[in-house]
């Protein structure tokens, strides 16, 4: 009985976890590019489903120079590789890696 109690808390448990998909998304300045105001500055934000959100996990400047015209996010759209969670508005990353 023991075991058949332990199973079912299991299964409840890995059921009620919310999963987290990678997903290939845009990736910016939530300012420069996405036209985001709630924060002042130059922020990294990503687009899902063509709706901007600010990304904590992940710092702007953790990919080089933001101001570099190039590659940098306030200046270019880049692809990138994300997982994590949307919450309170905000991407909050488990993973981000810029792909392009």
């Known amino acids: 009985m023991k075991k058949v109690f332990v199973l079912v808390f299991f299964g409840i448990l890995a059921c009620s976890t919310p999963k987290q998909k990678e997903q290939i998304v845009e990736a910016s300045c939530g300012q420069c590019q996405f036209g985001l105001k ?30 570099d015209e190039n590659i940098g996010f306030c200046n270019v759209v880049r ?22």
């Open 38 to 67: 709630s924060k002042m500055g130059c922020d990294l934000a990503i687009k899902i489903d063509d709706k901007a959100y600010f990304v904590e996990g992940a710092h702007i400047d953790d990919y080089g120079d933001a101001h």
């Open 79 to 100: 692809k990138a590789k994300v997982t994590g969670t949307i919450e309170n508005n905000t991407f909050k990353a488990t993973y981000f890696e810029v792909i392009e």
